[in-house]
């Protein structure tokens, strides 16, 4: 079964582009399909760059509680 797309327009640098459609060439694949896979890629690693906020709050309080080892660790 086939994922609906939807249509949308913008402009890139010509040279990235280009890039891009010589991957699709090389692997032959559609255009479509890399440039598809490059936005889910960079979607992925932006939302997975930032730390959950259950684990910001295990370290924080490992921080806290280790206080008195850190700055031992430090000297």
């Known amino acids: 079964m086939n994922?609906?797309?939807?249509?949308?327009?913008?402009?890139?640098?010509?040279?990235?582009?280009?890039?891009?459609?010589?991957?699709?060439r090389e692997e032959g694949r559609q255009f479509q399909a890399v440039l598809e896979q490059a936005?889910?890629?960079?979607?992925?690693?932006?939302r997975d760059a930032t730390p959950r906020a259950e684990v910001m709050a295990?370290?924080?309080?490992?921080?806290?509680?280790?206080h008195r080892l850190g700055e031992l660790l430090a000297q």
């Open 39 to 46: 936005l889910r890629e960079f979607v992925e690693r932006k």
């Open 3 to 24: 994922a609906v797309r939807q249509k949308f327009s913008s402009q890139a640098d010509p040279r990235l582009l280009g890039e891009l459609r010589a991957i699709a």
């Open 58 to 66: 295990r370290f924080q309080a490992s921080v806290e509680k280790n």
